[in-house]
């Protein structure tokens, strides 16, 4: 079963404005890490927010929050204010144990979105 | 600057020839990792490292070769590569291996096996 699922091959926004990007996840693990990257078209991996499974809140940094519904088993990444310099492909991962510790340390990536801002 | 480095950053080569791509890391890490990424199959795990003298096989180890001497440094052999490991290799680190720690990445290399 795919543990996380990007819905969206591919998003446009605006300039200016907001654009949520979804993610999905599934794991019977209570520990986990769900985590946001970005990769620009000069291909680097950028490491943008994290939600804890045991957050309560959910997490902010700067122009990124992420929307975690936990009964729901969804980690949406809000981007506010959007810029013509986050066009590019954006992953949703996540670090869990797996059935025996078998994933331990291993980030799970979803298939990506590609984001385009207009001016 | 905290940061994970890769060398090179581009790589041309031939069928059979062996190379190394080094992975260092200055931010005393414990954990490393290395990944590919091709197009339709995603990011998917290499090796990784829990500390020095502990590494294990991720999902698609075959025709690889990972040491960990040392803590910041975690390189990659192919031994004999083949043109089926032309991909984006990118190592990561994260302070610990746990569930809930943030992996960094390099920039990545861009291998092409002729």
């Known amino acids: 079963a795919q543990k996380i699922t990007q819905t969206q091959p591919g998003m446009f926004v605006q300039e200016k404005e907001a654009v949520t990007l979804d993610c999905t996840y599934d794991?019977?693990?209570?520990?986990?890490?769900l985590f946001w990257y970005k990769q620009p078209s000069s291909g680097e991996m950028i490491f943008l927010i994290y939600?804890?499974?045991?957050?309560?809140q959910n997490a902010t940094e700067g122009r990124y929050s992420l929307n975690f519904q936990k009964a729901r088993k969804s980690a949406n990444l809000v981007i506010s204010a959007s810029q013509l310099g986050d066009s590019a492909m954006y992953f949703c991962?996540?670090?869990?144990?797996?059935?025996?510790?078998?994933?331990?340390?291993?980030?799970?990536f979803g298939q990506g979105t590609i984001l385009t801002v207009h001016p | 600057e905290a940061q994970v480095t890769q060398n090179p950053r581009y790589l041309i080569t031939v069928t059979g020839k062996k190379l190394t791509v080094t992975c260092s890391q200055n931010?005393?890490?414990?954990?490393m990792s290395w990944y590919r990424q091709d197009p339709g199959l995603g990011l998917r795990q290499i090796y990784y490292?829990?500390?020095?003298?502990?590494?294990d096989k991720g999902d698609v180890p075959e025709g690889y070769k990972v040491s960990r001497k040392e803590k910041r440094n975690f390189p990659l052999i192919l031994e004999s590569p083949s043109p089926n490991q032309t991909s984006l290799y990118f190592c990561?680190?994260?302070?610990?291996?746990?569930?809930?720690?943030?992996?960094?990445f390099g920039p990545g290399t861009r291998l092409t096996v002729l």
């Open positions: 991962a996540m670090r869990d144990l797996g059935a025996g510790g078998t994933s331990y340390g291993k980030l799970t």
């Open positions: 939600q804890g499974s045991y957050d309560q």
């Open positions: 794991t019977s693990d209570p520990s986990y890490g």
């Open positions: 990561a680190s994260s302070l610990i291996g746990g569930a809930l720690d943030t992996q960094y």
């Open positions: 490292s829990m500390n020095v003298e502990a590494t």
């Open positions: 931010m005393n890490h414990e954990y």
